[in-house]
């Protein structure tokens, strides 16, 4: 943990920041689900740029061209110390895109106030 954030005893509130919400299929286009093990390396990518992130199962739904896409997905939460994504943030979204053959990955942003206690 980067500071402000003490870790014992102590109750600090972090500077301002932004939750980003990264939402990833756990299902690809064609119907298969994502490799297990995709994930464990997309959990150490984030830490590459991050210090930490939550995940939570969700599904999502979307108007295709076609037809309305109804899938699960995994929402990571991503916390950082600025209003607008970074580079790194923006990169890693589009590598998810591409690598799981997504029209889109949908990027969430809003602003924090955190305290850890």
């Not at 932004?18 to 995709?38: L, S």
């Not at 464990?40 to 930490?52: E, S, T, V, Y």
């Not at 076609?66 to 589009?94: G, H, K, M, Q």
Request: net charge negative.
């Amino acid at each position: 943990m980067t500071a402000p954030y003490i870790r014992r005893n102590d109750s600090v509130t972090s500077p301002s920041g932004t939750r980003f919400g990264v939402h990833v299929p756990t299902v690809r286009n064609d119907g298969t689900p994502v490799d297990p093990a995709y994930f464990d390396a997309l959990h150490a990518r984030i830490l590459n740029f991050a210090d930490g992130f939550t995940f939570t199962q969700a599904t999502g739904g979307w108007r295709g061209t076609d037809r309305v896409y109804v899938e699960p997905v995994r929402v990571y939460l991503i916390d950082l110390p600025t209003r607008d994504p970074s580079e790194a943030l923006l990169n890693f979204a589009r590598t998810v895109r591409d690598e799981l053959s997504q029209e889109c990955v949908y990027l969430t942003r809003e602003p924090l106030t955190a305290e850890c206690v």
